[in-house]
């Protein structure tokens, strides 16, 4: 697995990079936003590790950047580690957020948890496509669809993740604890605002009317459920 770490801080991209390649993933380096965009067009890689206090181009925008280029799974790793900054990068599309100074066996484990969750369905009954709410959700192309008029809704692999697992547990009740162990992939201890940050994202892009939801319905003090 090819792994993209991007910091301008050399002690800090040096021992991300020597960790990453200890449990054996080949850690190529980036000191800054612009030289990181131009390793993704050329050789893109499996994961992208993203600072966000850079010169010229913060981490925000080249993970915004980036995100219109392709569906590489990003994780920032970075100081700004409050509640703000984490919601600011789950909302442009990072699938992950983890604040320094960090515990590099927590980091190889959200690398894992994020990487597996990209990758392919291993199980016959999770590789065979979900339909409800007038969505068909295909985990072997890694597509989503509205089965009225065969358009594709783009989701990021988190999102994708998220909302397959609500729709295999249609009309049941999930709590976000249950939601991050399934779509994240790993002990999250924390709030639930990262599952509500996902849940909101998804409804503006499924629901007819993000504030009205009629899928996607929250269950106030227990959590949210797919109405099919």
Known sequence: MKILVVDD?????????????????????????????????????????????M??????????????MAKIPIIFLSAKGQVNDRVMGLNIGADDYLAKP????????????????SGTFSDQQDAMPVRGGGLCLDPIRHMVFREEDGKEIELTPIEFRLLWCL???????????????????????GDSNQVAVYIRRLRTKIEKDSHNPEHLVTVRGYGYKFEA
């Not at 010169?55 to 219109?68: A, M, Q, T």
């Not at 009309?171 to 790993?186: C, D, E, Q």
């Open 9 to 53: 801080d050399r002690p800090s991209l040096k021992l991300i990079s020597f960790v990453l390649r200890e449990e054996g993933y080949v850690a190529s380096t980036a000191q800054d936003g612009q030289t990181a965009l131009k390793i993704i067009q050329k050789r893109c890689p499996d994961l992208v590790i993203l600072d966000v206090m």
């Open 55 to 68: 010169p010229h181009i913060d981490g925000f925008e080249v993970c915004r950047r980036i995100r219109k």
């Open 102 to 117: 960090f515990e590099p066996a927590e980091l190889l484990a959200r690398v894992e948890a994020v990487l597996r969750r």
């Open 167 to 189: 729709m295999r547990n249609a009309n049941r009740v999930l709590s976000p604890s249950f939601l991050i162990s399934k779509a994240w992939g790993y002990d999250y201890e």
